[in-house]
């Protein structure tokens, strides 16, 4: 519940630094945006042949290129943003998302067992001394 209001509250992004910038094919899979392709497109350079969209489809700028540039450079708010990891398709980027959220609910998890555990041990001294008086 609070994980997304707290993402929403994030510093600005681009979306040309995010994982889930893909390049959508003919055949409509979606690949990896690779890191010659985003530097051209930070370049203004954007390839007619090439449709970007997002994997989450959150943007799409298949169509007006002077548009897709701004949404692809501007600074924005996103709750899915990703960092891009060269080499990964956005499925993968996904995946280690995925991976990341689970790894930090099993910390939090951890650090509240372990706060209730102390606190059940404290509140169990203190009956324990209180009945020793």
């Known amino acids: 519940m609070f994980g997304k209001l707290a993402k929403t509250f994030r510093k600005p992004v681009k979306c040309l630094d995010c994982g889930f910038l893909a ?3 003919p055949h409509d899979e979606l690949v990896e945006c690779q890191s010659d392709l985003r ?3 930070a370049g203004r350079i954007y ?3 090439k449709r970007l969209t ?3 489809w959150l943007v799409d700028t298949a169509y007006a290129h002077d548009e897709g540039f701004t949404k692809l450079n501007a600074d924005r708010t996103c709750a899915y943003f990703f960092a891009y ?3 990964h398709s956005p499925a993968e980027h ?3 998302q995925r991976e ?3 790894r930090r609910v099993l910390v939090k998890a951890a650090l509240l067992g372990a706060g209730a555990g102390g606190l059940v041990g404290m509140v169990a001294g203190i009956v324990v001394q209180f009945i020793a008086d």
Do not use: Q
């Open 23 to 25: 390049v959508l094919t």
């Open 39 to 41: 530097e051209d497109i």
């Open 47 to 49: 390839p007619s042949e």
């Open 54 to 56: 997002c994997a989450r």
């Open 85 to 87: 990891n060269p080499g």
């Open 94 to 96: 996904k995946e280690l």
């Open 100 to 102: 990341r959220e689970s």
